[in-house]
């Protein structure tokens, strides 16, 4: 999702948040470490599948997605990650492993990490490899309904 698409849907749904840039980054803890954001605050989107179906699991960056437990919360013994060539036609607007956690956009379900409801506010990739977006949870929450389960490690 470009960041113009996703912040154009933020403002028709009165959200208020923050963009911010930083340098080009990869990984979550990079990500983290570039936008000076807590690791435990910046959520990482990961690909799924659960039910024979995409599904986007939320966590904290600098926690790990434990496979059985969200297996557990989603009622799937055999949920597994999802490989690039499964989702990469699945987000065409966003740079490939730079997906914003908004599921409800792209018709998946989306599992946040209980981790990531113990802040105000929550931190994630807006489609690119150098953007974020801040802004708070209950928002976050109120547009994406997420199932919330603990599923890290």
């Known amino acids: 999702m470009s960041l113009k698409r ?90 490939l492993g730079a997906m914003p956690p908004f599921g409800n956009l792209y018709g998946m379900d989306v599992y946040l990490a209980e981790p990531l409801t113990e802040d105000e506010e929550i931190a994630f990739n807006a489609g690119s490899h150098t953007e974020l977006i801040k802004m708070h949870l209950h928002d976050f929450e109120r547009l994406v309904k997420p199932r919330v389960a603990n599923f890290t490690a």
């Not at 996703?6 to 959200?15: A, D, G, S």
């Open 6 to 95: 996703l912040t154009e849907f933020l403002e028709n749904e009165h959200v208020k948040y923050t963009t911010l840039t930083h340098s080009p980054a990869f990984t979550a803890q990079e990500i983290a470490a570039c936008a000076h954001v807590s690791g435990k605050e910046l959520a990482k989107t990961v690909v799924v599948r659960v039910d024979g179906r995409l599904a986007l699991a939320v966590a904290p960056a600098n926690k790990r997605i434990a496979l059985p437990e969200l297996g557990k919360a989603a009622g799937d013994a055999n949920a597994r990650f999802a490989s690039e060539d499964e989702f990469k036609n699945s987000f065409p607007d966003c740079e």
